[in-house]
């Protein structure tokens, strides 16, 4: 048997690089501890309880079809760190791309069995039986026989035995390694070999690119492709890339193979080429234009591989939503969601909701099993009711025209559950989107569970199940959410963009991150955000109640500071105030608390809860100030010396009144410098 260790997805340090020659006890004693430091592991995927025992510490399993083949090793369903320890630290260590044929040749000269085991050839076309009598480690190959009895499954009728040995004759008897799959054996002797070529099957048809060789060979080739690709991978498996990233990944993916074919078949004529022809000059120009397109392919797919920088492109890719517009019939449909639908609820809906006005024109009716079909076959002016169930969605809900969706009696009833957890669960671009009665609940999720790009969305009487961020408000586009719950965002429950306007009235917004958070608007290109926050109750977040994002530095304000007049000093200050107070105060009488111009004796009756509206209009009455400050030095260095107040002091809120600020972890407001 091959020496060397391999337990689930680690292996033994003979698998790795060749080291000095050691005397045979020093060989035994490392080998020993090697063999139980691995089977001891608390990360392998082996059990450890049973290390001491003979046998396979592998699951196997019965290929399907209808020839009975012997069972084969289940060696697939690897965790990644079991695959990322075996490429980092036994098979690829710090080689260079053109170094990775070497290295693995010689983890599987350690590792392999050379002969004496029997796979199942697997191809697209058929399987077939084989044992294997010696192995080509540098060739990564395996020289076969057909194993006896003749065992096959194909999927052409005409492909006979007679065939299948005048293909092995073509082939020589020799097969790529990554094509066989190691019988099973449960005497654990071929562990080792089963994994080692698994691991060389993995790598080859996922990790592996036919130009990684050409690539710069200064840096560690590990870390610059295989982790990234390796992560990438399984975050595909655990539905953490949302579905049309995935889509544009792989048509790159085919792109730059079929432009790199190309690429190096034009390569390969010129290099036969000796004279000096025209169509060697044309040929050399379109091989200059393959390269480039092939390296912006590259560049394309390095965004998506690299996992800080594949959500921008992905969050970029998947706003663009196109709009339909209105039906070319010009009629609009009212279109009903239900599990199934039965003669008193079809009889309520009629009463309720499609035939409240006798005398309306007919209207189109669809029905639909699952909601996210019926938001699919939407246009300008549809209507979505959702009667009673608990639906479960696989994709985004993309509406990018004006259309309502609406639940058919209280949202606890009326339940829709996102599944995959690399996709937005709802994505407004529309004009004028109404949402009303319905429960959104997400769960492992990646992306944000409602996010608004542009145009008004009004959000009334639902209730949001969060897992990451909540509710995101977009540059230029308008929020108005009223009488709605939202709960348990790892991130903010709502995040409010500059240039938006962001409207709650009557709203529950607790256990997560963070209550609400207001982006940074202080940059010259940012418009100031409109906000106005009504009688909401803002509690049992871990963090603020309120947070406001802004630079630590402000270049152009310290320039001015000398001139800073004491009016706008009292911008800054900080509200104290405790006792009872009414439950609502009038908006003036926050503005004159911000600007301190309240009495002391007035102020001191805030209770803690209505102080975390005057906390709130202070902050950001004073940010609001200060890039008008900004605004004017920039004019006047523009040699416009009077500008108009009214457009200089454009009002960052309507009202901010009345909200309740409860057990928050760190107060009812707070600002994150950066």
């Given amino acids: 048997m091959a020496s060397g260790l391999l337990v689930g997805g680690g292996l033994g340090s003979e698998a790795m690089a060749p080291e000095p020659e050691r005397t045979s006890c020093e060989a035994e004693e490392e080998q020993a501890r090697l063999e139980k430091g691995l089977f001891q592991d608390e990360d392998s995927c082996s059990d450890c309880s049973n290390h001491d025992k003979p046998g396979t510490s592998l699951q196997s399993f019965i290929p399907e079809g209808k020839t009975l083949f012997p069972e084969i090793f289940h060696t697939s369903q690897l965790l990644f760190y079991e695959r990322f320890r075996a490429y980092q630290d036994y098979i690829l260590a710090d080689c260079k791309a053109s170094e990775v044929r070497e290295f693995t040749a010689e983890f599987l000269e350690k590792v392999l069995e050379p002969s004496g085991w029997r796979a199942v050839w697997h191809t697209n076309v058929f399987e077939v039986l084989v044992e294997v009598t010696d192995v080509d480690f540098s060739a990564l190959k395996a020289a076969v026989k057909l194993a006896e009895p003749y065992l096959c499954e194909s999927r052409v009728s005409t492909f006979t035995v007679e065939c299948m040995k005048e293909l092995f004759e073509l082939k020589e008897y020799r097969l790529p390694l990554q094509e066989l799959w190691v019988v099973f054996d449960d005497s654990g002797m071929f562990d080792q070999t089963a994994l080692a070529i698994e691991h060389v099957r993995f790598f080859y048809q996922n990790i592996w690119r036919s130009w990684d060789e050409e690539e710069e060979d200064e840096y560690d080739y590990f870390v610059r492709c295989v982790e990234p690709r390796l992560r990438l991978h399984y975050d595909i498996l655990e539905d953490r890339v949302p579905s049309g990233l995935i889509v544009d990944y792989h048509n790159l993916l085919s792109q730059c193979e079929e432009s790199y074919r190309k690429f190096l078949n034009l390569r390969s004529s010129l290099s036969n080429c000796n004279s000096d022809s025209e169509q060697e000059n044309i040929s050399m120009v379109e091989g200059l234009k393959l390269y480039s397109e092939i390296e912006q392919l590259k560049q394309k797919l390095k965004l998506i591989e690299n ?92 509406m990018a025209d004006s259309i309502e969706l609406e639940g058919y009696g209280l949202p606890d009833d009326i339940v829709i559950e996102k599944r995959g957890k690399g996709d937005t669960f709802v994505d407004c671009t529309g004009a004028d989107i109404k949402i009303s009665s319905i429960k959104f609940v997400q769960h492992d999720a990646v992306e944000g569970i409602l996010s608004i790009h542009h145009g008004k969305t009004t959000l009334e009487n639902c209730v949001l199940q969060c897992e990451t961020t909540g509710v995101t408000v977009r540059t230029s586009a308008e929020l108005l959410m009223k009488n709605s719950d939202l709960y348990g965002a790892k991130g903010a429950g709502i995040e409010i963009y500059p240039g938006s306007k962001c409207t709650l009235n009557d709203n529950g917004i607790h256990h997560c991150k963070e209550g609400i958070l207001i982006k940074d608007f202080l940059d010259e290109h940012y418009d100031i955000p409109k906000i106005t926050m009504v009688n909401n109750v803002i509690h049992n977040n871990e963090g603020y109640g309120v ?67 005057c906390e709130i209009v202070n902050e950001l009455v004073a940010a609001s100030t200060k890039k008008g400050q900004m605004k004017k030095k920039r004019l006047s260095e523009l040699g416009i010396t009077r500008a108009d107040d009214n457009l200089m002091s454009q009002e960052m809120f309507v009202s901010i009144v009345g909200n309740q600020f409860k057990w928050n972890g760190k107060g009812s407001f707070g600002t994150f410098l950066f």
């Fill in 307 to 398: 996992p800080l920088l594949r959500y921008v492109f992905g969050y970029q890719k998947n706003s663009n939503i196109q709009a339909k517009g209105v039906r070319p019939n010009g009629q609009k449909v009212t279109h009903v969601v239900s599990c199934t639908m039965v003669t008193g609820l079809l009889q309520s809906l009629l009463r309720d909701r499609l035939c409240q006005e006798p005398c309306k024109e007919e209207t189109e009716i669809q029905f639909h099993s699952d909601p996210l079909s019926a938001i699919n076959a939407c246009y300008e002016g549809d209507t979505v009711i959702v009667c009673p169930g608990h639906y479960v969605v696989h994709g985004t809900f993309s």
């Fill in 547 to 613: 947070v406001l994002v802004k630079p630590t530095i402000f270049s152009d304000l310290q320039e001015d500071a000398q001139d800073e007049t004491e009016e706008n000093k009292a911008l800054n200050m900080q509200t104290t105030g405790e006792a009872d107070a009414p439950e609502k105060v009038d908006l003036e009488e926050l503005i004159e608390c911000a600007t301190g111009k309240m009495e002391p004796y007035v102020r001191s009756v805030l209770s803690e809860e209505v102080e975390g509206n």
